[in-house]
């Protein structure tokens, strides 16, 4: 039986066949033609018998529009050739030209009944020929002639099935292909569409008008956006149209690349132009590099390490030597006021390469971190404890502590290290606007992320907008004693114990340094 909306359809066209036909006799009787155009020997039979073949067809037409058993089409079939059979006696057999509507209902029945359902059908509609003509001739020697047409017209019932059968098996063999091509097809292109929605490069198609017709996940986080599709690019990220008519102007030369957002990483353009017919658009592919680029940093500064390990000998001998000869003539009481000064000088700088040397050693020895599971409102409080006691009078230190038990799991010698470097630049930099330098320290629970963070905050100066973006790069500095590797040093040891160090400006002035610490269980 055929399945779903193609057999309903088909069954809608033979409900339409049959009621066409019974339309058609009941014309036929009505114009008094059938007396004419047939050979009727029963034409009381045969009147009523049209009259009841349309009827019937009517109410099946109506009733039967669903059929959710093979039985129900099994008795539609069988009832029409049993009507068409009566009526094919009635016209006078063969001549009558009713055995032809026979071998079309056949075929019509064998395309929604299969198999040997669909052969019974057939048989039932060869017998009733064969019979009913030789029953025809019993009462009329005439129709003795008519065997071998109700023969033909028998064995074209036959063959009619076996080939619609065959012919229907064909186009569902290829309709199942189709549907399973279709399928894998619609399964492709879902995989193909979770695949870039996951990527992490940012995939973004524009039109010429710079509209957004699809935009990925990667592509919205990259930009720091909420849903792209639809909307013109040019007030979300005015840089990346910048980079797209830099392409524009010289396809053959790289774009630059940007940051979409200021804490945001650093992104790589490439544009592709596509064709689609008429329309021209542009793929674009967003990939991070700050990764790339931290990594590179990184392998330079181990290069550094090594080199400079390799070569501190040599250097700290003639350093220290510098050094002491400096010192021992600012000792010498014949040295004038400013060969002093130049003296000092000397001895100055001479710690500050010394410094320079030990914090680069610092990076190419770094061990590795060893967490432990820290309770830190007590780490926390000890440590201001420790600090305060050793700090001059005019260097405060205040903590703040919220909420309930806030653990997590670092090493404590480097958070130790990061506070100390976090709290001495927020003394030195409060002191340098106020008599007083202070620095608050804020221990809460992250309502969004339910993560321990640690802020560290000052009322100096703060950073400017310029300066910002750099601070965390290793040998960038403001101050012409430091080295400029504090920072990135607090943020590398940070990230090894999977925390993250972040800078954000403080209401009021100032500057706050956050640390977010990881959960507890997250780290082994």
């Not at 840089?239 to 990483?265: F, T």
């Not at 590099?289 to 501190?312: D, F, N, V």
Request: with cysteine; glycine share 8%; proline share 4%.
């Amino acid at each position: 039986m055929q399945d779903g909306a193609q057999g309903r359809r088909i069954l809608r066209l033979y409900h339409f066949y049959r009621l066409i036909i019974g339309l058609a006799l009941v014309l036929l009787i009505s114009s008094n033609l059938d007396e004419q155009l047939l050979d009727v020997v029963h034409i009381g039979l045969f009147r009523t018998g049209s009259w009841a073949y349309l009827i019937l067809n009517i109410f099946i037409a109506v009733l039967v529009q669903k059929p959710k058993h093979l039985a129900q089409l099994f008795s539609l079939a069988l009832v029409d050739v049993i009507f068409l059979s009566g009526l094919f006696y009635a016209a006078g057999g063969t001549p009558s030209g009713i055995g032809n509507l026979l071998v079309v209902a056949v075929a019509i029945a064998n395309i929604l009944l299969r198999g040997r359902i669909g052969l019974l059908i057939a048989a039932v509609a060869a017998m009733a020929l064969i019979y009913l003509t030789f029953y025809l001739s019993l009462s009329r020697p005439v129709a003795v002639a008519q065997y071998v047409q109700a023969g033909a017209l028998g064995a074209l019932c036959f063959a009619g099935a076996l080939f619609i059968q065959g012919i229907t098996r064909r186009l569902q063999l290829s309709e199942t292909l189709a549907e399973q091509r279709a399928a894998d097809v619609a399964n492709l292109e879902e995989l193909n569409e979770q695949i870039i929605q996951r990527m992490r490069t940012g995939i973004l198609v524009l039109d010429t008008q710079h509209r957004v017709l699809l935009a990925n996940q990667g592509a919205t986080q990259l930009l720091g956006r909420g849903e792209l599709s639809g909307k013109i690019i040019d007030p979300h990220c005015p840089e990346l149209l910048k980079r797209l008519q830099q392409w524009l102007h010289n396809p053959s030369m790289r774009p630059d690349s940007l940051q979409a957002q200021v804490d945001g990483p650093v992104l790589q353009p490439s544009f592709i132009s596509l064709q689609r017919g008429e329309q021209q658009h542009t793929l674009v592919f967003l990939d991070d590099i700050s990764q790339i680029a931290q990594q590179a940093q990184q392998l330079k500064l181990a290069s550094l390490g090594r080199l400079t390990a390799g070569i501190a000998h040599e250097i700290r001998n003639p350093l220290g030597a510098i050094s002491h000869a400096a010192q021992l003539l600012q000792e010498s009481e014949d040295l004038q006021g400013p060969d002093q000064r130049l003296a000092q000088i000397i001895q100055d700088h001479s710690k500050r390469m010394n410094l320079v040397i030990e914090n680069v050693l610092q990076l190419s020895r770094r061990r590795q971190a060893e967490p432990q599971l820290l309770d830190l409102k007590y780490w926390l409080h000890r440590f201001a404890s420790e600090f305060r006691s050793s700090a001059p009078s005019d260097r405060q230190i205040h903590l703040e502590t919220r909420g309930g038990s806030l653990q997590t799991r670092m090493d404590p010698h480097q958070l130790t290290q990061v506070l100390t470097n976090l709290v001495q630049n927020g003394l030195r930099y409060s002191a340098q606007q106020h008599r007083l330098g202070q620095v608050w320290l804020q221990l809460f629970r992250d309502e969004k992320s339910d993560l321990p963070v640690l802020e560290v905050l000052d009322d100096g100066p703060g950073v400017s907008a310029e300066q910002e973006q750099h601070i965390f790069e290793p040998f960038f500095t403001t101050e012409n004693k430091g080295t400029g590797l504090g920072l990135y040093i607090s943020r590398e040891l940070c990230q090894s114990n999977q925390a993250r160090l972040d800078y954000k400006p403080r209401e009021g002035g100032g500057s706050c340094f956050r640390i977010t610490f990881a959960h507890p269980r997250k780290l082994s």
